[in-house]
């Protein structure tokens, strides 16, 4: 101990943590072994951090703006609150979606027929007045006996496996459940006693870290927060719009399957710009399945309404929520969808709102601190 008083400390600490690091390297199979099972032990409490902080979102709602003058029990009433606002969504989402569906494909089941027939009387029509046409069809030689076996084949093999891994597939399931009933619970007493869980935690890090540092990690780990809050929340509100201008786009034209197009088009856009048009594919296949016209229509009011959606709307509700201009919201989702995919265009909206946020704060102080505003403006 008096060695380390009368020394700085620095140096040793950089030795340890390069000889660390050396070893870490030299070893990256049996980190990243670790790391996954580490992972896999910590899931249950990940997923409920995150259901956690999904649920914070309208149970702060009604906290402050519903049950604020509650003296007790405004926890309770607050989360009990949220969680049936989420339930309900759920199940007028599924409702909606799930009767279309079931009748959705109740009359493609009962188009086939008629579109086989369609088909063959085209080929049958166009051989005629097309004698090339006509000789090249007859050149195909199609056994259909053939063809027939081969599927049932396939079948049969594709049963088997599916009964072979049935198993696999119960277990796997059972650990889902398991997993996601053990991180609800931790979401709730997370949330029934979030102060607690809060104090105990700045108490951790101002044992062992500086003030300084430790002052500068709770102002990002709030604005992190307050960002990808007003993300959520934000990313709702432009999904419900987008859903909603679709729906109505298609009663005034006229095109089948509204309700649950629209609805799948607002789910899947809650990811960032790529996602409405996932739902825009599902729902063109749809309608070519019985009015290849009114499909081409679709797909052309789709387009017009997204891009006012997404150049209009999308930048200025999400851009504004988060704090960050809409210009760089289209940055931040170009780029983080080519580093991460859709899990980089969900999550570099707000990463980048803090980042704006802090590199801002320090361009004015550097500013201010070199006396550079006047000349700036004069430039």
Not at 3 to 11: A, G, I, L, N, V
Not at 22 to 40: D, E, I, M, P
Not at 197 to 225: D, T
Not at 236 to 250: K, Q
Request: proline share 3%.
């Amino acid at each position: 101990m008096k060695f380390f008083k009368e020394h700085d400390k620095k140096p040793f600490i950089l030795i340890t943590f390069g000889i660390v690091l050396y070893f870490a390297l030299n070893h990256l199979q049996y980190v990243a072994h670790g790391f996954f099972y580490a992972s896999s032990v910590a899931f249950p409490f990940i997923l409920g951090g995150c259901l956690a902080f999904i649920i914070n979102v309208p149970m702060r709602f009604f906290e402050n703006k519903v049950f604020g003058k509650l003296k007790k029990g405004k926890r309770a009433f607050s989360l009990i609150s949220a969680l049936v606002c989420i339930l309900g969504v759920i199940i007028l989402v599924c409702g909606l979606i799930i009767p279309e569906l079931a009748g959705t494909l109740y009359k493609l089941s009962n188009n086939i027929p008629d579109s086989i027939n369609t088909l063959q009387k085209f080929l049958d029509t166009t051989s005629e007045k097309y004698p090339t046409v006509h000789k090249y069809i007859a050149e195909i030689d199609m056994d259909w006996n053939k063809i027939s076996g081969e599927i049932m084949d396939f079948l049969q093999t594709w049963a088997t496996s599916i009964l072979n891994s049935t198993v696999s597939v119960i277990s796997t399931a059972v650990q889902v459940v398991i997993n996601f009933a053990l991180g609800f619970v931790f979401a709730l007493n997370a949330l029934l006693q979030k102060e607690k869980l809060s104090h105990q935690v700045k108490k951790l890090l101002f044992a062992f870290i500086p003030q300084r540092i430790v002052k500068y990690m709770i102002r990002i780990g709030r604005l992190s927060n307050q960002a990808f809050s007003n993300f959520l929340s934000g990313q709702c509100l432009e999904a419900f719009i987008l859903g909603m201008l679709i729906f109505v786009s298609m009663k005034f034209l006229k095109i089948p399957y509204a309700i649950l197009i629209a609805v799948f088009i607002g789910v899947t856009s809650l990811v960032p710009i790529i996602g409405g048009f996932i739902g825009c594919w599902v729902g063109f296949f749809l309608i070519l399945t019985v009015a290849w016209k009114q499909s081409i229509v679709f797909l052309i009011m789709f387009v017009v309404v997204q891009q006012f959606e997404g150049n209009v709307i999308y930048p200025h509700v999400v851009g504004n929520s988060v704090g960050l201009p809409s210009i760089w919201v289209l940055v931040a989702v170009t780029i983080g969808g080519n580093i991460a995919g859709i899990v980089g265009m969900i999550f570099s909206i707000p990463f980048c709102s803090v980042l704006y946020q802090i590199l801002t704060e320090i361009v004015n102080k550097q500013i201010q601190k070199k006396n550079l505003e006047k000349i700036i403006n004069s430039v």
